[in-house]
């Protein structure tokens, strides 16, 4: 197998710092928090996958490389899975984690999925749960995906849809975020820089142009739950949590904790949200 040489510039500079800095520190710190409020969507990637014994598998932005160990799982031992990921705290727990679940088909690579040397038809599937939002050109990234794929590969992957009052996961948080507005307090740059790449491929008009390089290309509304704490007393710790060292007064903590109140049950504090299954195919 060939590979490409890669000589531009770090197009994505500013993700690579954030997800090397607190947010990826956080995000690996909270790794089982951050599972269970995806855990919802993981059966409906592999079921749109279709991953078969002695695939190799790429996973996009791996993150602590949950969805990475399962798709090997998938694999088997003749199937191998490689997860790809700019952050190093990320990567650092996923290598921890796949020790020790012993899991032995699995590796790791730090790398930008846009620009990274991947081996020309090196993959029969890339998949990606929320990790293919971040590059600064996303045909780019996704065209780089499609040389690593054999001809007939499959692409899937789930990315948030546009945020609406329609949506509870939606309408709460941009009340808890409205909350913690009032005491005057802005989000952090690095915050917001997370969240404007998190949307950007919430439009499918741009998933589907970002998409050139593919056929069989189809966008697909999923209903999901996401999971958010034990009760909302615990849903709020998480939230507060991604910024290490804010305290808020005791009678915005109540109005935060009421504001969830009305999605916590027997279950835990849990929304319907909506996202984008994207699924492709590299042509032959």
Wanted: net charge neutral; aromatic share 6%.
């Amino acid at each position: 197998m060939t590979t490409h040489t890669r000589t531009e510039a770090r197009p994505n500079a500013r993700q690579e710092e954030l997800w090397n800095g607190p947010i990826g520190r956080h995000w690996a710190e909270q790794q089982d928090r951050y599972d269970a409020m995806s855990g919802d969507l993981n059966d409906r990637l592999f079921a749109a996958a279709r991953i078969s014994g002695g695939a190799r598998v790429l996973d996009i932005g791996c993150g602590a490389g949950t969805v990475t160990r399962i798709a090997a799982r998938l694999a088997g031992p003749d199937g191998h899975a490689v997860g790809v990921d700019i952050s190093a705290p990320l990567l650092e727990r996923a290598r921890a984690r796949t020790a020790t679940e012993a899991v032995t088909n699995v590796s790791y690579e730090r790398g930008d999925a846009q620009t990274h040397d991947f081996p020309d038809g090196g993959f029969d599937v890339a998949i990606s749960r929320g990790g293919v939002m971040f590059f600064a050109d996303h045909a780019a990234a996704f065209g780089n995906v499609a040389r690593a794929l054999r001809p007939g590969g499959r692409l899937v992957f789930v990315c948030p849809q546009p945020a609406s009052p329609d949506i509870e996961e939606s309408r709460a948080l941009g009340l808890l975020a409205g909350l913690l507005g009032a005491e005057g307090a802005a989000p952090s740059s690095d915050h917001t820089d997370a969240r404007a790449a998190m949307a950007s491929l919430s439009d499918p008009a741009h998933i589907r142009r970002s998409l050139a390089a593919y056929a069989e290309v189809a966008v697909t509304s999923l209903p999901v739950e996401t999971y958010w704490g034990r009760d909302p007393s615990d849903a709020i710790d998480f939230l507060l949590s991604r910024t290490p060292g804010r305290v808020v007064p005791r009678v915005t903590r109540k109005a935060l904790e009421d504001a969830l109140s009305p999605y916590a049950g027997g279950r835990g504090v849990r929304m319907q949200a909506r996202v984008w299954l994207v699924t492709a195919v590299r042509p032959s």
